[in-house]
């Protein structure tokens, strides 16, 4: 007959409550010794600055009417970017570990890999011996696994949540907590900066090619003038069908190419606009400022999930042991 839990419980009380004391002790000496975090964080929102320029007097109603052309006004200055991979991406990483970083625990700016640390270990313990021969390592250069492996580090440390709103909230956790609002707030700066430079230079393509484009219609348009002027003049009277036919087609023409000619001219304005407006497609919401308790590790949390896994881990030995293990 299988013997009940209950009992089991109550009959093996001392050695369930020695497990599990025992664990508790050690979960606790754990969050002692374990290198403490501090969690900062920043709030950003992405703004839609590049399509207010109806602000700008009446010229805004003039933007939205020459979009219908569909000429190209409407790209200007409108790339999106994903903010998660500008967050994530190698290229931030490498600018957050290459620059110079104030901290408690050194007297001058060090960067993150002097800080860790990682720059004193050769990688040639037993232990990582055994990791470069089950892994896919192919590289030699000390400085480039140095590099990795800082990667990786600020990787776990970094995390970012997108609210239902668009409100994007960027965390950082780090051994100090200036040290992790620093970090928090050279993203968040990084991340406007760099949307801003990338859509002014998008604009200032743009105005590059429109006026291009203006030059050749330009030059297309003083033709047509020229040809309807000098027909005029060879035919002061247009008294035939035929010259009625040719006078009509060089109206229409010079028409065509002055219509163009405003339009793209109108289009080169609003592209200037762009190129010297100041664009703020990001608003920094919230900086960040250096947190006055540690995120990690929890203590709380830890005993509390050390205190569930030893009690039922224990209880389910001895259930086994009572039931299937009996003899």
Same mark, same amino acid.
């Given at each position: 007959?299988?013997?009940?839990?209950?009992?089991?419980?109550?009959?093996?009380?001392?050695?369930?409550?020695? /497990?599990?004391?025992?664990?508790?002790?050690?979960?606790?000496?754990?969050?002692?010794?374990?290198?403490?975090?501090?969690?900062?964080? /920043?709030?950003?929102?992405?703004?839609?600055?590049?399509?207010?320029?109806?602000?700008?007097?009446?010229?805004?109603?003039?933007?939205?009417?020459?979009?219908?052309?569909?000429?190209?006004?409407?790209?200007?200055? &409108?790339?999106?970017?994903?903010?998660?991979?500008?967050?994530?991406?190698?290229?931030?990483?490498?600018?957050?570990?290459?620059?110079?970083?104030?901290?408690?625990?050194?007297?001058?700016?060090?960067?993150? *890999?002097?800080?860790?640390? *990682? $720059?004193?270990?050769?990688?040639?313990? @037993?232990?990582?011996?055994?990791?470069?021969? #089950? &892994?896919? @390592?192919?590289?030699?250069?000390?400085?480039?696994?140095?590099?990795?492996?800082?990667?990786?580090?600020?990787?776990?440390?970094?995390?970012?949540?997108?609210?239902?709103?668009?409100?994007?909230?960027?965390?950082?956790?780090?051994?100090?907590?200036?040290?992790?609002?620093? @970090?928090?707030?050279?993203?968040?700066?990084?991340?406007?900066?760099?949307?801003?430079?990338?859509?002014?230079?998008?604009?200032?393509?743009?105005?590059?090619?429109?006026? $291009?484009?203006?030059?050749?219609?330009?030059?297309?348009?003083?033709? &047509?003038?020229?040809? #309807?002027?000098?027909?005029?003049?060879?035919?002061?009277? @247009?008294?035939?069908?035929?010259?009625?036919?040719?006078?009509?087609?060089?109206?229409?023409?010079?028409?065509?190419?002055?219509?163009?000619?405003?339009?793209?001219?109108?289009?080169?304005?609003?592209?200037?606009?762009? $190129? *010297?407006?100041?664009? $703020?497609?990001?608003?920094?919401?919230?900086?960040?400022?250096?947190?006055?308790?540690?995120?990690?590790?929890?203590? #709380?949390?830890?005993?509390?999930?050390?205190?569930?896994?030893?009690?039922?881990?224990? /209880?389910?030995?001895?259930?086994?042991?009572?039931?299937?293990?009996?003899?």
């Amino acid at each position: 007959m299988n013997a009940d839990i209950i009992p089991i419980i109550l009959k093996e009380k001392i050695r369930i409550f020695t /497990v599990v004391f025992l664990s508790l002790i050690l979960a606790f000496i754990y969050s002692i010794y374990s290198t403490p975090l501090y969690k900062s964080y /920043v709030t950003i929102y992405p703004s839609t600055n590049e399509r207010d320029m109806g602000s700008i007097s009446d010229f805004g109603n003039m933007i939205s009417q020459f979009q219908n052309f569909n000429f190209g006004s409407a790209s200007l200055g &409108s790339t999106t970017y994903n903010i998660n991979d500008l967050v994530y991406s190698n290229v931030l990483k490498e600018n957050i570990l290459k620059q110079k970083w104030k901290t408690i625990s050194f007297n001058k700016k060090v960067n993150l *890999l002097e800080y860790w640390e *990682l $720059e004193k270990n050769d990688f040639n313990s @037993i232990l990582d011996n055994i990791k470069k021969s #089950l &892994s896919s @390592i192919i590289t030699e250069d000390l400085h480039q696994i140095r590099l990795d492996k800082a990667k990786q580090v600020l990787n776990n440390r970094i995390e970012v949540i997108e609210q239902e709103s668009g409100l994007f909230i960027i965390n950082v956790m780090m051994e100090e907590p200036q040290l992790a609002s620093d @970090i928090a707030n050279y993203i968040s700066v990084y991340i406007q900066e760099y949307i801003s430079n990338k859509s002014t230079d998008k604009a200032k393509k743009n105005k590059i090619f429109i006026n $291009e484009r203006l030059n050749e219609v330009e030059i297309k348009l003083k033709k &047509s003038e020229k040809n #309807l002027l000098e027909f005029f003049k060879k035919n002061p009277t @247009i008294d035939t069908p035929v010259l009625q036919f040719e006078n009509l087609t060089l109206t229409r023409e010079l028409e065509i190419n002055q219509e163009l000619y405003l339009t793209i001219l109108k289009e080169l304005e609003i592209a200037k606009i762009e $190129e *010297l407006k100041e664009l $703020e497609i990001i608003q920094i919401l919230d900086t960040a400022s250096p947190p006055i308790e540690k995120t990690s590790p929890n203590l #709380l949390l830890i005993l509390i999930v050390m205190f569930n896994f030893s009690f039922l881990s224990t /209880v389910i030995f001895f259930y086994l042991k009572y039931n299937y293990y009996k003899s």
